[in-house]
């Protein structure tokens, strides 16, 4: 897998009403926990008064960091329907957050569930879904004189370029697509006068 599919910008306030109950829902791109988090907390500091705030996330190549959460709502009611939500567009790398403002009226359940689901598959359906390539970085050390060999066969790799640095030797790292990470790999490994080292 050099790609996923995630979504390209963030979606806000689509509204779901529901026996005058208001559910809000958000979605954003996020690539980490901590990104998701951050997300989370403006959220609550946008709506302080709502009643809750549900949500859930799917993060990593295959969706193997995620969460679900109900946020005092009934076990299951909120959090799983939304992550559900995330499965059924196959999307990772996003967070969904659902807020309700109570309304007065219990929902029951399964009321919950439906609800939840709703909102949180509108917001989905309203969100940009793309597929974005996935890359990794590069450490290469090299003499001078061959900087512009270096910068060729990166620029036609499609890396972005991120450090550059030049004393004795030039240190240049760089971010690859993971689809040409074999290819660059072995181009580099036959230039004698060159040393490089994938990073986390």
Request: net charge negative; glycine share 6%.
């Amino acid at each position: 897998m050099t790609s996923i599919t995630t979504i390209s910008k963030p979606v806000i306030d689509v509204l779901i009403k529901e026996k005058g109950s208001k559910f809000i829902g958000f979605a954003f791109p996020v690539s980490s926990e901590s990104e998701a988090n951050l997300r989370l907390q403006e959220i609550r500091n946008l709506h302080p008064k709502a009643t809750h705030h549900c949500y859930a996330y799917r993060i990593g190549l295959t969706g193997n960091i995620y969460r679900a959460n109900d946020d005092g709502e009934p076990n299951g009611s909120a959090g799983l329907p939304i992550y559900n939500q995330l499965l059924a567009h196959e999307v990772t790398n996003v967070l969904v957050i659902v807020v309700r403002y109570y309304g007065g009226t219990k929902l029951g359940v399964s009321g919950l569930v439906k609800t939840y689901k709703e909102t949180a598959k509108e917001t989905l359906t309203m969100a940009d879904i793309t597929q974005e390539e996935l890359y990794e970085s590069i450490a290469i050390t090299f003499p001078f004189e061959i900087q512009n060999q270096i910068f060729t066969l990166l620029n036609k790799h499609h890396a972005k370029n991120i450090d550059f640095s030049t004393s004795e030797k030039c240190h240049i790292t760089a971010r690859i697509p993971l689809a040409q990470k074999e290819n660059i790999s072995n181009q580099l490994s036959e230039i004698y006068t060159v040393s490089f080292q994938f990073e986390e």
